[in-house]
């Protein structure tokens, strides 16, 4: 049996001026897709390597490109039009025919006008007059009929018993439009541009029912969803939201405004509370010029919002609809909405709510499906010489001290390869330098004094809070080794400050570099300005507020990211700003750099996320697919993965080898500004202006935890560095400390679980949260590890 789901088939139609219309193939990536196709560009390796598409404003899996005139859409499960029995079609095929050419008209199309016109054999005073069917003689209804049977294509394969489908808003007119489908170049002498057409978008919207029936449409389905039976109830009622938005849309677009203000008077109290953000832009919409630079109508049109439902549920609405002709309601749903369809137990209202809220609904669940590699690389075998304080040690009792073993927090993960991890050679990743081996074996001397943390044993916290800042903080950042503090401010500024008492000093010039010895042991102390030594340093160069900073891993660089639409990269041995790297045509809110150097990420309000590499002035990906800003990035341990946390209330995860979205995570009511990877790359939290932290298992694409406690957005979320412990910042002035061990041990991925969805989040928030810790009055902006357990948190003085 054939599902609402179905995607559209479409048929584009060649029209030439002479000759029988050609039939070109249905494109790949029509519909809601999740950003598909594919653009070549520098790979990480400053080669050749595919770069994700970006898609276009409402996330359609790649522009599909017929040479155009005319595309109809047949909805699945639909029959053909019939070329016979004209008497019965022609004053509609007459009438739908008529708006094609109007259209064609409106968009300067003369050339397929006239083909269009030639083929029908109609006159000229039918098209400028009212178009009303009655005007038309008997001969000229049938050819309308005729070439209309020609020009709609059905879906192949059996069809379903479905409901009848009056042509109006089934067929097809003037869709095609709707995903973009007009060719770049020129039609004629008319450039038409690569972008969907709002008002190609909106034309869908053109074909509708009797206004006057809209209330009593959506009446009639509530009174029934509300009678059906509890386990229906919760499932069907999905189906509220999308449905209002759309017909509350048709009656804009179609000038009933009237009608539509009485509609969503009526109706909008129904909605869910989440929900309500988006109620107040579409109140907004009164008229049909309010809808073409609307950027949220535009996103719920072109996306297809996705109802994940039992198959027991969609029979129930199924037969409903057959029963009562209710066509109104059903084109909608086959127009508009994909319907997810399961087989066994309904879910639950608890189950549902836990993972809507999203802009575009849920995820649909083969999104969820493919593998990810969230093992961790094997990190290089490093030799630890012994300290000096071990050989005393040794000397004094006569045998050494068993000190080493303890590293093995670090070390054990380097001498076996994780059975999940990618490939080491994947992706091209920086070599090791001297400094980054130093390094590594400071790290591995650090972990040996590390407190083991656990409800018994909390971290102490150390605050670092900014007072005057300089028309506000709006960025934090501190080095791995935790000697530097970066913030970013809207005046525009980037300032670091040591934290240590080693002072900043920048390298010396030139003229005095060429007089030091090279071959001196203390060569790097040698080159560094003693007069330049400070505790801060402040970085000119952004005109804009700064959203973004992060510090490379070896501390020789620092990233920032501004709302003048620019990141740029600063050395941290002269002070100075390296390259500003220009691909965001808007405020950047965030960047960071990855684990290993070399590559980092930027998100910004164009939606999209990209993919650089500090020696490329182009992105080597663009991640494009969400429908609102990109707030915050991060990336995976393995630097494999890229996370994504957006404003359309949506988490992605993006695989860096080929730029496709491997995972969707839906169930957060506002829109996520923080993210972080657990240490062993099993596990992601994220936080939102709903005030909740959610835990997501990446292999299986399953939410596994819920933490409520904050009661504004969460800006910051840190593992400890044993991943024992989750450390949350919020804007209600608290860090609040979780047990992130008891939060992911009794985590269910049955089978079952993964095929349906059907997820069951335990209450026990409060037996997971270990501390509440407030301050005066500072918002918690960031929050950082030290490499022994201590944590350290950050924000600017907030005056009430």
Not at 403 to 424: L, R, Y
Request: hydrophobic letters at 35%.
């Amino acid at each position: 049996m054939a599902a609402l789901a179905e995607e559209q088939t479409e048929v584009a139609v060649k029209l030439e001026p002479e000759g029988p219309p050609t039939l070109l193939p249905p494109q790949a990536g029509d519909g809601a897709g999740e950003g598909g196709g594919g653009t070549t560009n520098s790979g990480p390796n400053g080669g050749g390597g595919n770069v994700a598409a970006a898609s276009s404003a409402g996330g359609d899996g790649g522009t599909p490109k017929p040479s155009v005139a005319v595309s109809a859409v047949a909805p699945a499960g639909a029959a053909p039009v019939p070329a016979a029995a004209p008497e019965a079609s022609a004053p509609h095929d007459r009438q739908t025919l008529l708006a094609v050419l109007q259209f064609l008209r409106q968009s300067n199309l003369r050339e397929a006008e006239e083909a269009l016109r030639r083929e029908a054999r109609l006159l000229e005073e039918a098209v400028a007059g009212s178009g009303a069917p009655g005007e038309a003689d008997s001969a000229g209804a049938e050819t309308a009929s005729a070439l209309l049977s020609r020009v709609t294509a059905s879906a192949p394969g059996p069809s379903a018993p479905d409901p009848p489908v009056s042509c109006a808003s089934g067929s097809a007119a003037v869709s095609g439009l709707a995903t973009g489908s007009v060719a770049p170049g020129k039609v004629g002498s008319v450039a038409v541009e690569d972008q969907p057409d709002v008002s190609a978008v909106l034309s869908a919207y053109s074909q509708q029912g009797d206004p006057t029936m809209y209330e009593e449409y959506y009446s009639g389905l509530k009174h029934f969803i509300e009678c059906s039976l509890d386990c229906h109830r919760a499932e069907l009622s999905q189906l509220f939201y999308p449905l209002f938005v759309h017909m509350y849309l048709e009656l804009v677009y179609n000038q009933h405004e009237n009608e539509a203000k009485s509609f969503f008077e009526k109706f909008h109290g129904d909605q869910e509370c989440y929900y309500q953000d988006d109620l107040r832009v579409l109140s907004s919409l009164t008229k049909k010029e309010h809808m073409k630079g609307n950027e949220t109508m535009l996103d719920f049109r072109t996306s297809k919002f996705v109802l994940r439902i039992s198959r027991d549920s969609y029979q129930l609405l199924k037969r409903h609809l057959q029963e009562k002709q209710n066509n109104q309601i059903w084109n909608i749903v086959q127009e508009h909405l994909y319907i997810d369809i399961f087989d066994g137990m309904p879910r639950s209202k608890q189950q549902i709510d836990a993972m809507v809220g999203s802009l575009a609904g849920e995820a649909k669940r083969e999104a969820n499906k493919s593998k990810v590699f969230f093992g961790l690389l094997k990190e290089p075998e490093i030799e630890v010489p012994l300290d000096d304080e071990d050989e005393e040690g040794e000397n004094e009792e006569g045998k050494p001290k068993k000190k080493k073993p303890k590293k093995d927090s670090i070390g054990s993960k380097s001498k076996k390869q994780d059975p999940n991890a990618p490939p080491q050679n994947r992706i091209p990743l920086p070599e090791l330098k001297d400094s980054d081996k130093l390094d590594k074996i400071m790290n591995m001397k650090e972990t040996t004094k590390r407190v083991r943390l656990g409800p018994d044993c909390l971290p102490s916290i150390c605050f670092y809070t900014f007072l005057n800042a300089y028309q506000g903080l709006t960025a934090v950042d501190v080095t791995d080794d935790s000697s530097l503090i970066a913030g970013g401010f809207a005046d525009s500024t980037v300032r670091v400050w040591s934290v240590t008492p080693k002072k900043l000093r920048s390298v010396k010039q030139a003229a005095d570099l060429s007089l030091i010895d090279k071959e001196s042991d203390d060569v790097l102390e040698r080159i560094m300005d003693e007069k330049t030594a400070s505790e801060l340093k402040i970085l000119y160069g952004h005109s804009g507020p700064v959203y973004g900073a992060s510090f490379s891993p070896d501390r020789n660089y620092l990233l920032s990211s501004s709302e003048d639409g620019t990141v740029r990269l600063w050395s941290l041995q002269t002070f100075t700003c390296l390259v500003g790297y220009k691909g965001h045509n808007y405020p950047v809110w965030d960047t960071q750099f990855s684990p290993y150097g070399y590559y980092f990420v930027s998100g910004g309000h164009d939606r999209v996320a990209r993919l650089w590499a500090t020696d490329h002035y182009q992105p080597l990906r663009i991640f494009a697919g969400h429908l609102a800003d990109v707030n915050c990035t991060r990336f995976h341990p393995n630097s494999n993965y890229v996370a994504t946390g957006s404003a359309d209330r949506t988490v992605r995860l993006w695989d860096v080898l080929n730029g496709n979205c491997v995972r969707i995570f839906t169930g957060h009511k506002g829109p996520i500004h923080s993210l972080t990877f657990s240490p062993n790359g099993r596990f992601l939290a994220t936080g939102a202006t709903d005030g909740r932290v959610l835990l997501w298992d990446i292999g299986h694409g399953l939410m596994v935890g819920e933490l409520k406690g904050h009661t504004d957005t969460v800006c910051s979320l840190r593992f400890s560095r044993d991943g024992e412990i989750l450390a949350s910042g919020s804007m209600d002035n608290t860090v609040r400390l979780w047990d992130a061990v008891k939060a992911f041990e009794d985590v269910e991925t049955d089978d079952f679980t993964t095929a349906t969805g059907h997820i069951n989040l335990p209450e026990n928030s409060q037996e997971l949260l270990l501390g509440t810790y407030m301050t005066k009055s500072t918002p918690v902006v960031h929050l950082h590890f030290t490499r022994r357990n201590l944590v350290l948190a950050a924000g600017a003085y907030s005056p009430q």
